[in-house]
């Protein structure tokens, strides 16, 4: 079936329309050494919205600010047609350890700054951002129903999570009448699969869309690197440090984040194959193995320029043929582990219903 972003998809086990591909911001502002200016960030959100896209993803400390009010200064004029998403717990103030975590202090406080930031009465959906292995989940989840019910925010997510804590979460806030988690993001692309083993089937159990993050892997899956790349490029200051690419670029983060290797680039030499069969761009390729797998509500697609944005969006009209599946499933695989592996042995007799009646009068 065709797709547009005004195909709108459920997010999760709610009522609310968002379009199948999210716009990600983190590229609005070059504060990270990469990115877009603001005229050029202008022309990706109006290129976005022109579109019918509604789903918008940042987070309260993406370019150190700048992705919050950039968007809240572009989206001043079509505020209500737009499901602003933003993210909580990453530190805002170095040195200062109560500005981050997901306690509750930490979220009363950045909420009220992202709607600062934002320019904004009210947050769509927020997300925790990342996992603290410390705060109570009681403490997390009642004070984000607190937040729905002073209105500041009207959906609550999550994201860099342990599986069973995200589920856990989800029964204590049915069984308290809390606002319930809609959606789970986490990176998933032909790159990064492991969400395969239980983040995923846990979403799609416990009613959580599953929003994946980095579909292209930081650009690696677009096809635009070679083994030349492996190599650091500037010499002794390291190009793995993260610094700056001198092209502007994400290349020497993707060195320094370990996206940028020989197992990862085979994986995009079979997109590449597949693109040049379907007379697609790679990128569009990996993004709609990403978007077309069951369990996906909306991808966040990355661009640094319109015109990967562009191209990024012929993703939603991308079919992949049954044998093109299976290849970049090969290419991509990844053990599932244990309990999986165990478990897809012959080692019950799985019975349906109707096994069971025949057994029974046996
Ligand atoms: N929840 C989380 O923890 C989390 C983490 C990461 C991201 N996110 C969200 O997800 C969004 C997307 O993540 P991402 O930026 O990592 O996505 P991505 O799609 O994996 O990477 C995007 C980058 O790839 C390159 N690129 C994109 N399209 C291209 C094309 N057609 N041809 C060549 N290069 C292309 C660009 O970098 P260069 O041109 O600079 O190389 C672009 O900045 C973010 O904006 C953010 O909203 C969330």
């Known amino acids: ?37 603001r005229d050029e960030a202008r022309k990706l959100f109006d290129l976005y919205v022109e579109r019918g896209g509604n789903f918008i993803d940042t987070a309260n400390t993406y370019t150190e600010g700048s992705s919050e ?3 809240g200064e572009f989206a001043r004029d079509h505020r209500e047609s ?55 989940v009681e403490e997390i989840l009642r004070g984000m129903d607190d937040l729905v ?25 049915d069984l308290r009448g809390w606002s ?12 990064e699969r492991t969400g395969e083993r239980d983040l995923i089937p846990m979403a799609r159990e416990m009613g ?44 020497n983060f ?7 290797t020989e197992r990862n680039l085979a994986v995009a030499d079979t997109v590449k194959e597949v693109a040049a069969e379907l007379g697609r761009t790679p990128a569009q390729v990996a993004l709609a193995w990403t978007l077309r797998k069951p369990g996906v509500t909306a991808p966040v697609i990355g661009a640094r320029t319109p015109a990967q944005l562009e191209g990024n969006l012929g993703a939603l009209d991308v079919y992949l043929t049954a044998d093109q599946l299976a290849r970049l499933d090969e290419a991509s695989s990844i053990g599932l582990g244990f309990p999986h592996d165990m478990l897809a042995g012959d080692h019950i007799r799985r019975v349906t219903k109707g096994d069971l009646r025949i057994e029974t009068r046996r």
């Open 1 to 37: 079936m065709s797709l547009t972003l005004d195909s709108y998809r459920l997010l999760g086990r709610s009522g609310l329309r968002v379009s199948p591909l999210a716009l990600g911001t983190a590229t609005f502002g070059t504060e990270w050494g990469w990115g877009a200016e």
């Open 254 to 260: 993707n060195l320094a984040l370990g996206t940028l």
């Open 208 to 251: 959580l869309a599953v929003i994946p993050y980095s579909p292209l892997a930081g650009g690696v899956l677009s096809g635009k690197y070679g083994r030349a790349d492996l190599t650091p490029a500037d010499g002794a200051s390291g190009g793995a440090s993260g610094a700056p690419s001198e092209d502007g670029t994400r290349r």
């Open 180 to 191: 319930p988690l809609v959606a789970l993001q986490i990176e998933y692309n032909l790159i």
């Open 82 to 136: 737009l499901v602003l998403a933003t993210k909580y717990t990453t530190l805002r103030r170095p040195g200062d350890p109560n500005s981050g975590g997901s306690h509750r202090k930490s979220l009363f406080a950045s909420v009220e700054a992202s709607l600062r930031q934002l320019d904004t009465d009210y947050i769509d959906v927020l997300y925790l951002h990342v996992w603290d292995f410390t705060t109570p």
């Open 149 to 173: 019910r002073q209105g500041k925010i009207l959906y609550v997510a999550i994201s860099n999570a342990p599986a069973w804590q995200v589920s856990r979460m989800q029964t204590i806030a």
């Open 69 to 71: 009010r950039l968007l």
